[in-house]
């Protein structure tokens, strides 16, 4: 089975050679679709030196969107039978996609999720750690599920499953967005525990707390809409 890698990437110069070349590196049949949402540091530059890698796509937006746009812009492009979700930064670690598709290739389910585990020097926000838990447990009340870690990156689907869920979304909200429309049709999500190795805000890090209280409000909307 193909695997395609979306990677949406705004102003991330200091790790995109790295997660390119770390995914590149996996031994999976594969396609990477990079979507460069409108960044304004050398990330176009960088990302010219792999217009001819085989296998891997570039779209660009001609300005920032959000990660959810970029993900979108993605959905027409994919080709494989199971696509998964690789943030630009270092955060996560590309190794982890053999065991992420195992049960979507051997097993028969939809939707795997990357929970993650603490790695190394654990030295991410309380307020992330804490929003993460929240966000868990409200979807797991409105929508029964049992997940630990709804605002993961590391979201793997069964790819015409995928491309099937209507998204409105534009930034962070993806996440609760994409988990509520996919508990709406009473599919389980699986989780699988992955490697995290959490980064500072002034090291590049772009969710804040107002993405939190979004992700609620996402959360209560689409449970009665």
Same mark, same amino acid.
């Given at each position: 089975?193909?695997?395609? +890698?979306?990677?949406?990437?705004?102003?991330?110069?200091?790790?995109?050679?790295?997660?390119?070349?770390?995914?590149?590196?996996?031994?999976?049949?594969?396609?990477?679709?990079?979507?460069?949402?409108?960044?304004?540091?050398?990330?176009?530059?960088?990302?010219?030196?792999?217009?001819?890698?085989?296998?891997?796509?570039?779209?660009?937006?001609?300005?920032?969107?959000?990660?959810?746009?970029?993900?979108?812009?993605?959905?027409?492009?994919?080709?494989?039978?199971?696509?998964?979700?690789?943030?630009?930064?270092?955060?996560?670690?590309? $190794?982890?996609?053999?065991?992420?598709?195992? &049960?979507?290739?051997?097993?028969?389910? /939809?939707?795997?999720?990357?929970?993650?585990?603490? !790695?190394?020097?654990? $030295?991410? $926000?309380?307020?992330?750690?804490?929003?993460?838990?929240?966000?868990? %447990? /409200? !979807?797991?009340?409105?929508?029964?599920?049992? /997940?630990?870690? +709804? &605002?993961? *990156?590391?979201?793997? %689907?069964?790819?015409?499953?995928?491309?099937?869920? &209507?998204?409105? *979304?534009?930034? =962070?909200? =993806?996440?609760?967005?994409?988990?509520?429309?996919?508990?709406?049709?009473?599919?389980?999500?699986? @989780?699988?525990? +992955?490697?995290?190795?959490?980064?500072?805000?002034? @090291?590049?890090?772009?969710?804040?707390?107002?993405?939190?209280?979004?992700?609620?409000?996402?959360?209560?909307?689409?449970? =009665?809409?």
């Amino acid at each position: 089975m193909k695997l395609s +890698v979306i990677i949406p990437v705004y102003n991330e110069e200091q790790t995109l050679p790295v997660i390119i070349k770390k995914v590149i590196e996996v031994s999976l049949d594969k396609e990477i679709i990079i979507v460069d949402d409108g960044s304004t540091d050398s990330t176009p530059e960088i990302l010219e030196r792999y217009k001819d890698e085989k296998d891997l796509k570039i779209i660009r937006h001609k300005s920032n969107q959000g990660k959810g746009m970029a993900i979108r812009s993605a959905l027409g492009q994919i080709t494989g039978d199971i696509t998964i979700i690789q943030d630009a930064d270092l955060e996560y670690d590309p $190794h982890d996609y053999s065991k992420l598709i195992e &049960p979507i290739r051997n097993k028969g389910e /939809l939707v795997v999720y990357g929970a993650r585990t603490k !790695t190394g020097s654990f $030295h991410s $926000h309380l307020r992330s750690y804490l929003g993460r838990k929240i966000i868990s %447990f /409200l !979807t797991n009340i409105l929508y029964n599920q049992g /997940l630990t870690d +709804v &605002p993961t *990156c590391y979201k793997v %689907f069964d790819s015409k499953l995928l491309k099937s869920i &209507p998204l409105s *979304c534009k930034g =962070f909200e =993806f996440e609760p967005e994409i988990t509520a429309k996919i508990a709406k049709r009473r599919i389980k999500i699986k @989780e699988i525990p +992955v490697n995290y190795y959490p980064r500072r805000f002034r @090291e590049g890090k772009k969710i804040r707390w107002i993405d939190g209280v979004t992700a609620v409000w996402v959360l209560l909307k689409y449970r =009665f809409v």
